[in-house]
C-alpha cells in the first residue's frame, strides 16, 4: 500500500479536512478516512461493508468486472489445473508455491496431523444422530483448544505455524467423522498413504468390513474442488475469522467462528440451493415458465447458482467447475443425469436471455458443484461442511496474516443510532 500523491478534500460546515488516496498492487484505489472522525466529527455509513476496505492484505485479488481471481497472483484457472490442494494451501500460507521438495515436506507435515486426540471422539457421541454435521463441525472446532494448547499462544510465531498446519490437517478428519456420526457407520481413521483429497474420500466412504479404493478421477476433482473454494478475499466468513482474531481469541475459535458465518444459507448453502431448484422445475420442459416467474419481481422466486455479489461478469471458477462436472458424471457412467439435463438447458437459456445479459447474471462456482457433489455420493447436508474444509486455508492465512501485521488492531464497527433519545423513568413506576 502506498499514498498515490492524490487527496481528497471534504467540507462539512465549518470543518474542511484531506484524505489521502491510497493505491495496491492491482484493484481500486482506496480512499483513507482513519481520521475523518477526529477530523470532521463524523463516520461513514456502509451497511455490509461494501464500499468499505477493513483491512490490507496480499493474499487474494479480485476484480469483478473482469471475472479475474488471483491466489498470491496467481490465476484461479492454472492452479486449478496445474496445483494440487495442498500446493494452493502452502502458497496462501507463504506467498509462494512450493517447489517438489518442499511440497513432499509440507503435505508429510500435514499428514503428521490428521489424527484427533482421542478423547475428541466422545464429543461426537455427545450431538444427536440428526445433528446438522455444521453443528458438529462447529463445537468440534471449537473444542480442539482444549486440546492443543501448544498452538494457542498468538504472540508465539512457531505457536500460530503449528495451528495453522493442524486446522489444515483435522478439518477433513473432523468433517468426515461428523457424516459417519450422522449415518452410524464407524469412524474411518486417516491413512498417511494418500493424498489430502483421497484420504478425505477414504474417511467419508471407507468401511473397515471392506477394502476401499479411491477413484483418482473422483480424487482429482475433489482436489479441483477444494482449490476453488480455498480463498475469496473478504467475504462474510473470512471477515468474521478477521474481526473475532482482532480481539486475541485463539485461532480454533477464530476458524469455528468462521464456519458458523459459513453455514448462512445466503453463504455457503448457495450448491444446495441450486439442487433445490433444479428439484422444483422438475423437467426442461418447465424451464421456459420458471423463467417467466424470476423475471417477474413479485413471484419471490430467484435463479440460484446465477450472478454474483462480487463478479459482474463471469465467476471464473464456473467453467473449471463446468468441466470437472463433465469428468466426473463420465468416470461415473451417469449419461442421463436428470438434473445434469436441467442445468445445461438452464444455462443455455439464461445466458442467451436478454434479460439476465443484461443483468450479468452469468452461472457461478456454485451452479455445477452441487451436482458433481450429488454425483460422487455426497449428501446436500455435507456441502456446506466440504465448503468449510477448503476455506480454513483461506480463513487460516488471512487470520495469520493479521496476526502479524504491524499495529493491527481490534475490529470495532461503528453505527448510525436511530433509536429513542434519551429519556427519564416516569417517578410513578
Known sequence: ?????????????????????????????????????????VFTFDPGYGETAACESKITFIDGEKGVLLHRGYP???????????????LLLYGE??????????????????????????????????????????????????????G??????????????????????????????????????????????????????????????????LARAMDRILILHADHEQNASTSTVRLAGSTGANPFACIAAGIAALWGPAHGGANEAVLKMLAEIGHRDNIPAFIEKVKDKNSGVRLMGFGHRVYKNFDPRAKIMQATCHEVLNELGIKDDPLLDLAVELERIAVE??????????????????????????????????????????????????IEEPGQRIGRPRQLYTGSPRRDIPASL
Open 152 to 217: 494457542i499462544d498468538i504472540s508465539n510465531e512457531a505457536s500460530r505455524e503449528l495451528s495453522a498446519l493442524r486446522l489444515i490437517a483435522k478439518i477433513p478428519t473432523i468433517a468426515a467423522w461428523a457424516y459417519k456420526y450422522t449415518v452410524g457407520e464407524p469412524f474411518v481413521y486417516p491413512r498417511n498413504d494418500l493424498t489430502y483429497a483421497e484420504n478425505f474420500l477414504s474417511m467419508m466412504f471407507a468401511k473397515p468390513s471392506e477394502p476401499y479404493v479411491v477413484n483418482p478421477v
Open 353 to 402: 436471455d436478454e434479460y439476465f445479459v443484461k443483468r450479468k447474471l452469468y452461472p457461478n462456482v456454485d451452479f455445477y458443484s452441487g451436482i458433481i457433489l450429488k454425483a460422487m455420493g455426497i449428501p446436500t447436508s455435507m456441502f456446506t461442511v466440504l465448503f468449510a474444509v477448503a476455506r480454513t486455508t483461506g480463513w487460516i492465512s488471512q487470520w495469520k496474516e493479521m
Open 97 to 150: 508455491l512450493p517447489d517438489k521438495a518442499k511440497s513432499a515436506e509440507f503435505e508429510q507435515v500435514i499428514k503428521s496431523h490428521t489424527l484427533l486426540h482421542e478423547q475428541i471422539r466422545n464429543f461426537f457421541n455427545g450431538f444427536r444422530r440428526d445433528a446438522h454435521p455444521m453443528a458438529i463441525m462447529c463445537g468440534t472446532v471449537g473444542g480442539l483448544s482444549a486440546f492443543y494448547h501448544d
Open 1 to 41: 500500500m502506498s499514498t498515490t500523491g492524490v487527496s481528497a478534500k471534504v467540507t462539512l460546515g465549518e470543518k474542511t479536512a484531506e484524505f489521502p488516496l491510497l493505491t495496491g498492487t492491482l484493484g481500486q484505489d482506496v480512499l483513507d478516512i482513519r481520521r475523518i472522525a477526529a477530523d470532521l466529527d
Open 76 to 90: 484461479i484457472e492454472q492452479l486449478a489445473e496445474r496445483a494440487t490442494f495442498p500446493e494452493v494451501a502452502y
